[in-house]
């Protein structure tokens, strides 16, 4: 009979008193990545930068339902909220101070700008190359919002 323990990460057998090597002693040999395969991976997370910076932008820009809000309504709102808090019983101005807040981040990101023509000319010269090597259709592209001329102009289109 064989018995087996490790004995300060060793695996040790009472019959042969041999250290056994086990897959976790053994060592894989590295081999180096040749230049050509990095600059795939390079160009890969090239790619998936521009279509997710780009998808983000759409998303974020995606319009809303209802009436648009301007920064000057927002402002006036705000001013109006400042003048109310002061007098408000508790529960109020605890909705006031949440009102606050939410107006001061949306009128934040109103006037934060974003280079969408930049964003969707890196998207056009990425897409195609994108798409192909994941699998991804105009159908599936279409769905998360990029525009039919955008597609096109990256050379993707409804027959593959």
């Known amino acids: 009979m064989r018995v087996i323990w490790r004995n300060k990460g060793a695996l040790i057998s009472i019959n042969e008193c041999d250290p056994i090597t086990s897959m976790a002693d053994t060592k894989r040999k590295k081999t180096p990545m040749s230049d ?4 795939a991976l390079a160009e890969g997370r090239a790619q998936s930068r521009a279509v ?4 983000e932008a759409l998303e974020a820009h995606k319009p809303k339902r209802g009436r648009k809000r301007t920064a000057d309504s927002m402002k006036k709102r705000l001013d109006k909220i400042d003048a109310e808090y002061t007098g408000a019983d508790p529960l109020k101005r605890l909705q ?3 009102e606050r807040l939410d107006l001061q981040d949306e009128l934040a990101a109103s006037e934060n700008t974003v280079d969408l023509a930049g964003l969707e000319s890196e998207f056009i010269s990425a ?3 994108y798409g192909e090597r994941k699998g991804i259709g105009h159908a599936a592209w279409r769905e998360v919002g990029v525009p039919v001329a955008t597609l096109k102009a990256a ?6």
């Open 36 to 39: 050509s395969h990095k600059a």
């Open 127 to 129: 897409a195609k190359g």
């Open 155 to 160: 050379g993707i289109t409804r027959a593959g």
């Open 96 to 98: 006031l101070a949440q």
């Open 52 to 55: 997710r910076a780009y998808l």
